[in-house]
Antibody, heavy 123, light 108 residues
Framework: EGQLVQSGAEVKKPGESLRISCRGS????????IGWARQMPGKGLEWMGI????????RYTPSFQGQVTISAEKSINTAYLQWTSLKASDTAMYYC????????????????WGQGTMVTVSS | EIVLTQSPGTLSLSPGGRATLSCRAS???????LAWYQQKPGQAPRLLIY???SRATGIPDRFSGSGSGTDFTLTISRLEPEDFAVYYC?????????FGQGTKVDIK
């Protein structure tokens, strides 16, 4: 059925850079969209962007365009979320998730989620 | 930009009760883009319903989704202790990506 495993929690200082990862297994990783979502402490979920690892087609939501970089390395079944200069307001849990595919149709739903990576940015 | 508004914010019910959660879109959307998720404290979201009314793999049949256009509903027919959680509706399709703010179902 598949699994997504994310990298571990991070504690960083403002201005530092960071890349977190999401590794897929048990399915054909290049052929499924991977989305990244943010959940700030005590708050709801927000989509940040998605990537199709097969050809690195990437799309960002307007709020996150220019704020983060999404990438993938299909040869190692891994997607990434990257910051060049973290802010305290980036403190959140970040989830990756696989978009549901049936045949050749991608539904507007995500059926497999990573366990989340907690990013804490504090001086 | 399409906004999803969930109501109520909190639903207090007893085990065995029936939960009806609402998700209203600010404009008409395709049902194929509408999904519902459950999230428990300290856990990742879990897909319950996709395409507005199709249950995801392994989801009990006490969960059902319905609706079209701008109004969508998640119903939990008989609440089990493990169902007390936060529920999010979500729109994802073309350039429309957003979550509702969530409905918390807690024990009365």
């Amino acid at each position: 059925e598949g699994q997504l495993v994310q990298s571990g929690a991070e504690v960083k200082k403002p201005g530092e850079s960071l890349r977190i990862s999401c590794r897929g297994s048990g399915y054909s990783f290049p052929n499924y969209w991977i989305g990244w979502a943010r959940q700030m402490p005590g708050k709801g979920l927000e989509w940040m962007g998605i990537i199709y690892p097969g050809d690195s087609d990437i799309r960002y939501t307007p709020s996150f365009q220019g704020q983060v970089t999404i990438s993938a390395e299909k040869s190692i079944n891994t997607a990434y979320l990257q910051w060049t200069s973290l802010k305290a307001s980036d403190t959140a849990m970040y989830y990756c998730a696989r978009r549901k595919l049936s045949g050749t149709y991608f539904f507007g739903a995500f059926d497999i989620w990573g366990q989340g990576t907690m990013v804490t940015v504090s001086s | 930009e399409i906004v999803l508004t969930q109501s109520p914010g909190t639903l207090s019910l007893s085990p065995g009760g029936r939960a009806t959660l609402s998700c209203r879109a600010s404009q008409s959307v395709s049902s194929s883009y509408l999904a519902w998720y459950q999230q428990k404290p300290g856990q990742a979201p879990r897909l319950l319903i996709y395409g507005a009314s199709s249950r995801a793999t392994g989801i009990p049949d006490r969960f059902s989704g319905s609706g079209s256009g701008t109004d969508f509903t998640l119903t939990i027919s008989r609440l089990e202790p493990e169902d007390f959680a936060v529920y999010y509706c979500q729109l994802f399709g073309s350039s429309l990506w957003t979550f509702g703010q969530g409905t918390k179902v807690d024990i009365k």
